[in-house]
């Protein structure tokens, strides 16, 4: 009996120190694709487009102007380096990055775009996984807006609880078959420069917490909607 007892004892210790050596490696997991979501967020096509937009400013002589944009940039990356180190952050600090990315934009596109914000004051104190919303945010601009011709291109974020965190994305762009195909002439086969990384996190943090999370595109009348589930601690 006491052999037994010894024995399950053994198996007990070496299921826990399995269990425990899982969860290492899947925190190690998401640690890395946190980077790759990183390095996707700062890509070239944005940076490019920040220097591009300060470099004519300052040809134009608007000093203030190229100043403020400046400013503004140097705050979004440094942000952006602080919170790559964190796996959460408080949603005031998600918030704060993604409105001066936007506003990074509203000073590339002046007064042909319009950005709009809604119920993040009825957000109470809470965590989210870092550098998650502006990914779909960029795209959004990139892939919809940037296509638009006619009329000011606008984006509306609006965040409520449903079961989960959630965040509605919804921009009057080109929509997404025409998107498609702007991409496919281009034969530009790439997958959109972070939702590969963005799935795989998202996938990871759905297995670890056993809950409804993850992302739906769909056309709207006018441009695309993306929902945006999102899990979250207090």
């Known amino acids: 009996m006491y052999y037994f007892k010894k024995q399950n004892k053994k198996n007990e210790d070496y299921l826990e120190k399995a269990y425990s050596e899982l969860e290492k490696r899947q925190k190690g997991e998401l640690a890395h694709l946190q980077l790759k979501s990183l390095k996707a967020q700062m890509n070239p096509h944005f940076m490019f487009n920040a220097m591009n937009s300060i470099q004519s400013l300052v040809l134009k002589g608007d000093k203030y102007e190229a100043y403020n944009y400046l400013t503004k940039f140097a705050s979004l990356i440094r942000e952006n380096l602080n919170m790559s180190e964190k796996s959460f952050v408080g949603f005031d600090e998600e918030l704060s990055l993604l409105k001066k990315y936007l506003e990074l934009e509203k000073l590339r596109f002046r007064d042909d775009f319009e950005y709009e914000i809604v119920d993040e004051h009825e957000i109470e104190d809470i965590k989210i996984p870092s ?104």
């Open 131 to 234: 550098m998650i919303i502006q990914p779909f945010i960029e795209n959004a601009i990139k892939h919809g807006l940037l296509h638009k011709i006619n009329g000011v291109k606008k984006v509306k974020i609006q965040f409520y609880f449903d079961d989960v965190f959630t965040c509605v994305i919804t921009d009057n762009g080109i929509g997404l078959e025409a998107s498609k195909a702007i991409n496919d002439k281009n034969l530009n086969k790439e997958t959109s420069f972070s939702t590969k990384a963005i799935q795989e996190r998202l996938a990871l943090l759905k297995k670890y917490y056993n809950s409804d999370i993850g992302f739906t595109y769909q056309d709207i009348e006018e441009g695309t909607q993306v929902v945006l589930k999102i899990p979250y601690t207090r």
